[in-house]
Nanobody, 116 residues
Framework: VQLVESGGGLVQAGGSLRLSCAAFGSTFSINAMGWYRQAPGKQRELVARITRGGGSTNYADSVKGRFTISRDNAKNTMYLQMNSLKPEDTAVYYC??????????WGRGTQVTVSS
């Protein structure tokens, strides 16, 4: 499975961005998916994740109420709508996919920069 993120960029504080993660290959074996981020000098952290059917989601406390994760299995794409962005949201955002067989795949990441 190959995961390709897009939608990152530079935005002012208070603005919005929508990230996309397109999956290619054996997408029928993808179970849960998630968004992670890594800021300079910090460890990679979970932002949000979603089950295969989209019926269950969970978020990091720092993004609750501002970010929304979703997925469209017909398009093999996951999204992250980010609103009310803050400078501390600046990071490289990665998507990942947990396969039914337990393998985890990662995308290469997309940069999000929020200016104050």
């Amino acid at each position: 499975v190959q995961l390709v993120e897009s939608g990152g960029g530079l935005v002012q504080a208070g603005g919005s961005l929508r990230l996309s993660c397109a999956a290619f290959g054996s997408t029928f074996s993808i179970n849960a998916m998630g968004w992670y981020r890594q800021a300079p000098g910090k460890q990679r952290e979970l932002v949000a994740r979603i089950t295969r059917g989209g019926g269950s989601t969970n978020y990091a406390d720092s993004v609750k109420g501002r970010f929304t994760i979703s997925r469209d299995n017909a398009k093999n794409t996951m999204y992250l709508q980010m609103n009310s962005l803050k400078p501390e949201d600046t990071a490289v955002y990665y998507c990942n996919a947990l396969m039914f067989e337990g393998i985890i795949y990662w995308g290469r990441g997309t940069q999000v920069t929020v200016s104050s």
